[in-house]
């Protein structure tokens, strides 16, 4: 049985309390994209990164272009989704779990250029059609070929989207941007 709080019946600061009580027991409920903003906004914060003034890439860090993609790591077959390979070098992949964040570094010229099964590059993880139009854009499903491609930059605390800093603090984001500079060099 699922319970189901009346939050209305609660007032301001007993909400408060108990939601730093609980925090760990539930999520805010938030679009993928809602919560990609909310990490690249934090991200450029604390490494002091101008918004990019195109939507091909989110980051530009070393006059290099990143794409920022996250999933949810504790669902039974996580994707990154909206994957355009030919517009940015490099992907920081996210997965994110209840009590940690995977972060791992992704080529993109280890990605098929075109999305579908007839469009596989030998070698190369495959792009999945996400569209019925599009060529170029794509999702990634997270199989062993991706792990085989994937550089692990870390594990870090969770992200915990309803906390002002996402619990996502200035010591890990410049320990992540440390191990993709020395990455891309």
């Known amino acids: 049985m699922k319970r189901v709080l009346n939050l209305e019946l609660l007032s301001e600061n007993q909400i408060k309390q108990l939601l730093k009580t609980y925090e760990f027991a539930y999520d805010v409920e938030m679009s993928g994209k809602e919560r990609s903003e909310l990490t690249e906004k934090r991200i450029r914060s604390i490494m002091n990164i101008e918004r990019p003034k195109t939507t091909e890439y989110d980051l530009l860090f070393k006059n290099v272009r990143f794409e920022l993609k996250q999933a949810e790591g504790y669902m039974s077959s996580p994707k990154f989704q909206q994957v355009k390979p030919s517009f940015y070098p490099y992907i920081i992949c996210l997965l994110n779990y209840k009590d940690k964040t995977?972060?791992?570094?992704?080529?993109?010229?280890?990605?098929?250029?075109?999305?579908?099964?007839?469009?596989?590059?030998?070698?190369?993880?495959?792009?999945?059609?996400?569209?019925a139009?599009?060529?170029?854009?794509?999702?990634?499903?997270?199989?062993?070929?991706?792990?085989?491609f994937a550089i692990p930059i870390g594990e870090y605390e969770p992200i915990i989207y309803h906390k002002d800093d996402?619990?996502?603090?200035?010591?890990?984001?410049?320990?992540?941007?440390?191990?993709?500079?020395?990455?891309?060099?």
């Open 102 to 131: 995977l972060w791992y570094l992704l080529e993109t010229k280890n990605i098929s250029k075109k999305c579908g099964s007839k469009n596989a590059e030998k070698g190369k993880l495959p792009l999945q059609k996400q569209h």
């Open 166 to 185: 996402l619990n996502l603090s200035e010591k890990s984001v410049k320990s992540i941007f440390r191990k993709i500079a020395s990455i891309i060099k």
């Open 133 to 148: 139009k599009s060529t170029d854009e794509g999702q990634i499903t997270l199989t062993k070929r991706f792990y085989h």
